[in-house]
């Protein structure tokens, strides 16, 4: 800026405006200097000149907006309240306005309260017992606006009301070199710790027991709540019940409400109503739950009591056989259809309404005629298992083959050891009989006494033949058999000249044709096909012996070949007479020597016949029917 002096004129003046800012600020120095003068109207030895040690002047603005900061409790450890236990707690120290300088705060704990306790229901905390008695000092460096003091709680197992105690600060001092150091306003800085009650003062609640298990008969049950800890003061504690598998007002009755427990008061009774009633019912259960306790009463572990209504009323089931069927079974063999060799048997439980839960039964197998029951059936021993809701379940005993020629063997099936709440019926055990097999007393053949060839020629004459009668198979009993000659079955030869005579006979229906089947290296077979319902498959012993029965209705022609390294016989039948044309079958030798079906051919056919070229096998189904 510029100053004028008029002639005649010694003063001026300089005014400068110190602005505030509201920012936290140290003392602030500035210099106000005068330069640059000039004269005018005068001669030169009269100009103005400016006194070297007056031309500037200091001007101090003072620290302002408290620069070191205003020292304070933080809103939240001002009041602050913690549960008892051996843990440390911190209370916060705010520096706010300015963070200048470091400053050392001093602090204490001491026995006291804001108010008066007895008017919140509470106690001076003992130092010592209570919080651990400290004083020390923490350091708010330059910069830092918050600093924490630990503050100690000590644990105890006394029942307490909640306990107050203070944190004073004693001082608080700005670290500096200046020789005087500001001063902090630290009046009133003191912060209260309230130790929550503790160790159930008022008491701890919960059920007496969680657990409970009824009959439906029962009528009432009664389930105690019980107060640990302390009795102090009025507290209450709500109860309700909840359903599960039982339902409230089907099987149980209880009425939600709130338990007033006086001061010093520990027990509560609660009663719930069980209905009985007549349904199978399995095992049902509901809960009883304390909630919502009262200022100062704690809920305990237990507050949840599950009851369990046992299953009533057969409700898991009566198990038994549905009836008592002898079963007759054969070994599994080619002759024997599947359902001759399996036996299936029905587990049940009854009531029909008695399915409640996961119910087992085992069973076993006991031989009546002193058999082997694991040589013979398959399984001999296990269990049953009806899960939940499962009022049926199947077993399958199957008969074994084996090589043994057997009698009738009878075994008894036999439940027992039910499991899971059921118990056993009336119908516990049912026979199965397994049949003969294997020409149990055994197989006879007869020969001449010199070899076991199945013919001998003699010279006629008065002379006696011996022949040997052998039994195989089945040997473990006494047994007759009877013999006698045949008549007209002998023939005479004379010279080379043979003549035919009857060497076998086979009784019954009259035959269509006889098939001699490939050999595949055993003894011979031929299938003879009978014009009414059956055909015989036979197998060379000396003489033709049945080994398979076919059911094929009225049949006439049969042809044999070997295809892909197998034996098949292809079969027309089923017409009766010229005017009706027939089907055929093809079937498949297996290795157990038994015919097996691998094909039905329904093309109106009177006779087949079998070629292959060039590896490839072809059937020729031949039709010839009169055209009236």
Not at 588 to 600: A, C, R, V, W
Request: proline residues 5%.
């Amino acid at each position: 800026d510029v100053l004028f002096f008029t002639e005649g004129s010694l003063n001026e003046t300089i005014a400068v405006q110190l602005l505030d800012d509201g920012v936290p600020e140290e003392k602030e120095e500035y210099r106000v200097i005068l330069s640059d003068i000039s004269t005018r109207g005068v001669p030169t030895t009269g100009i103005a000149v400016l006194d070297r040690q007056g031309s500037e002047a200091m001007l101090t603005a003072e620290a302002s907006d408290e620069p070191y900061g205003v020292l304070t409790f933080a809103p939240y450890s001002k009041l602050l309240s913690t549960p008892e236990g051996n843990t440390t707690i911190h209370i916060f120290i705010n520096r706010e306005f300015g963070s200048l300088g470091a400053i050392n705060v001093s602090y204490e704990t001491v026995r006291g309260a804001l108010q008066d306790p007895a008017l919140r229901e509470g106690a001076l905390a003992e130092p010592g017992l209570d919080f651990l008695p400290q004083s020390g000092s923490v350091l708010l460096r330059e910069g830092q606006t918050s600093v924490a003091i630990p503050i100690t709680i000590l644990d105890d197992d006394v029942p307490e009301l909640q306990e107050f105690f203070l944190v004073n600060i004693t001082s608080a001092v700005l670290m500096t070199y200046f020789p005087t150091a500001p001063k902090f306003d630290i009046q009133g800085l003191v912060a209260q710790v309230t130790i929550d009650g503790n160790d159930g003062i008022r008491g701890i609640i919960e059920w007496q027991s969680t657990s409970y298990e009824v009959n439906e008969t029962i009528g009432i049950l009664t389930l105690v709540v019980y107060r640990n800890g302390g009795t102090y003061g009025n507290v209450s504690v709500f109860f309700y019940a909840q359903n599960l598998e039982a339902h409230l007002g089907v099987d149980f009755n209880a009425t939600s409400s709130i338990l007033y427990f006086a001061n010093g008061e520990r027990h509560k009774f609660v009663e719930v109503l069980i209905f009985n009633d007549d349904l199978p019912e399995g095992d049902e259960k509901f809960q009883l739950i304390l909630v919502n306790p009262s200022f100062g009463l704690e809920l305990g572990d237990n507050t949840t009591a599950t009851v369990t209504i046992l299953a009533n009323d057969d409700g898991h089931g009566i198990i038994s056989f549905n009836n008592s069927q002898h079963f007759l079974l054969r070994e599994p063999s080619s002759m024997s259809a599947p359902s001759e060799n399996v036996a299936t048997l029905y587990i049940v439980r009854d009531p029909p309404q008695g399915t409640f839960g996961t119910v087992t039964a085992q069973f076993h197998i006991t031989p009546l005629n002193g058999s082997n029951a694991t040589e013979d059936l398959v399984p001999t021993q296990g269990f049953i298992v009806l899960e939940d809701g499962v009022r049926v379940k199947t077993l399958q005993i199957s008969a074994v083959l084996d090589e043994e020629p057997e009698i009738n063997e009878t075994f008894a099936i036999t439940l027992s050891n039910p499991s899971g709440g059921a118990r056993l019926g009336e119908s516990l055990q049912t026979l199965i009989t397994v049949l003969q097999n294997q020409a149990p007393l055994g197989l006879f053949r007869i020969f001449p006494l010199q070899n076991r060839i199945n013919s001998v020629t003699v010279e006629e004459g008065n002379s006696t033949l011996y022949f040997r009668v052998s039994r195989s198979n089945g040997l473990e009993m006494a047994v007759s058999v009877e013999w006698e000659t045949e008549s007209h079955t002998a023939y005479g030869m004379k010279g080379d000249v043979p003549v035919l005579s009857v060497f076998q006979t086979f009784p019954g229906e009259a035959s269509s044709a006889w098939c001699i089947l490939p050999s595949q290296g055993g003894d011979p077979l031929a299938l003879r096909v009978g014009r009414g319902l059956g055909s015989t498959l036979y197998r060379w012993q000396g003489v033709f012996v049945p080994l398979q029965t076919l059911d094929i209705p009225d049949a006439k022609h049969c042809i044999t070949f070997i295809m892909n390294g197998s034996s098949y016989v292809a079969v027309t039948h089923g017409g009766q007479g010229e005017a009706r044309a027939s089907n055929s079958s093809l079937f498949k030798l297996g290795p157990d020597l038994n015919l097996t079906l691998e094909q039905s051919i329904p093309v109106e056919s009177g006779d087949i016949k079998y070629f292959s070229v060039e590896n490839k096998n072809y059937l020729i189904i031949l039709n010839q029917r009169k055209r009236s």
